[in-house]
């Protein structure tokens, strides 16, 4: 399932993203540019703005709740989306290209000194050039899946 999330969402994209979910989240894309892009691309339009959902021509998921694990348990409902552990961390968090697993000296120039002397495994995106790990933030992520 690909999703494109409107300025409302931001939070919710990166979310998302993290679960490793592909997710389109520009603040700057108008209505007309996202329902251009949720056509050509296949995606699910995210959205808190009722008229934005209720354009024809493109599936979208209206959002009520502002709560950020609500609006996962909506979208969840909405389209069907199951969230699973597996693919967490999948994506970059920030640009939403697919991150790739590397071997720890490649990040040792980007990633801080005590990171590096304490974690084995990292992953790095290509496109922003950022090194990613499993710190405590994980476990968090897991427990709030749960909560899913």
Known sequence: MKFIVDSMLGKLAKRLRLLGQ??????????????????????????????????????????????????????SKLTGVHFASG????????????VEYVEKEKVKKIVPKLVFETMDKFSYCPTCKRAYWQGTHFDKLLKELKGV
């Open 22 to 75: 592909d997710t389109l989240y520009d603040a700057a894309l108008d209505d007309h540019e996202i329902m251009k892009i949720a056509r050509a691309e296949g995606r699910i339009i995210v959205t808190r703005d009722k008229g934005l959902s209720k354009i024809r021509g493109a599936r979208s998921a209206l959002l009520i709740s502002t709560s950020l694990q609500e609006q996962m348990k909506e979208l």
């Open 87 to 98: 693919t967490c961390f999948s994506r970059c968090p920030e640009c939403n290209t697919n």
